[in-house]
């Protein structure tokens, strides 16, 4: 039976997964949840963390299903260890491109305690590009409830803390955009059918 490992976004806990967790297995995948910390470790040393977490998993092949900041742990993490997951990768409201959120929280006066070593090579930008070979399936959320609608003004498309620009990657396999929040995707039942497709068929279902 394939594995598929979640990662969860910052200042998440990892059991806000746990509803997306379970719709997936339904789908007929193990799952298991990656925990890491969000604000006292660079998303690069997070990765070294997930290497040796994926290492002790005997279930292959290994998809990965990371919400936000947990986007970017997995695009270090296959910088570095490019062959170690021979699965699928989905993002769910990952800032690919950095976000302008975090750069507005970094000029308040809590800012860099608030976001911590995320912002490395992580939530600013000058995450390592992707040249990875498996497929990547982005989800980008479009609900404007978050924290962000009281920073950006930008009518924009936004997911209330990531805008759906930003989410988006060079060398994606494919890109769906879903009427969610931010923290939302992780409990929107579209959410999970688009994963267990892409999962299952390397592409999302989008509606002609």
């Known amino acids: 039976m394939a594995t598929v490992v979640f990662i969860h976004g910052l200042w998440m806990p990892g059991f806000d997964m746990a509803l997306l967790r379970r719709r997936v297995h339904r789908c007929g995948y193990k799952v298991q949840q990656f925990h890491y910390s969000t604000v006292r470790k660079t998303p690069y040393e997070a990765a070294i963390e997930l290497h040796d977490f994926l290492h002790k998993i005997e279930e292959k092949p290994i998809h990965i299903v990371a919400h936000s900041l947990g986007g970017l742990v997995a695009r270090h993490l296959l ?23 975090a750069e507005l929280f970094m000029q308040t006066r809590f800012g860099s305690v608030l976001l911590g070593k995320s912002i490395e090579q992580g939530l600013l930008g ?23 609608r009281f920073f950006k003004h930008s009518k924009e498309p936004f997911d209330g803390t990531v805008a759906v620009s930003e989410t988006k990657l060079e060398g994606m ?22 994963v267990c497709n892409f999962l299952e068929h390397g592409h999302f279902q989008h509606n002609k």
């Open 79 to 101: 910088h570095q260890y490019p062959n170690q997951v021979d699965g699928k990768i989905i993002t769910l409201g990952t800032p690919h491109q950095g976000s302008q959120i």
């Open 126 to 148: 000058h995450a390592p590009s992707w040249q990875a070979n498996q497929k990547l399936g982005i989800i980008a959320g479009e609900g404007r409830m978050g924290v962000g």
């Open 173 to 194: 396999s494919d890109h769906i955009t879903i009427n969610s929040s931010h923290s939302g995707l992780l409990f929107n039942k579209t959410v999970a059918k688009q």
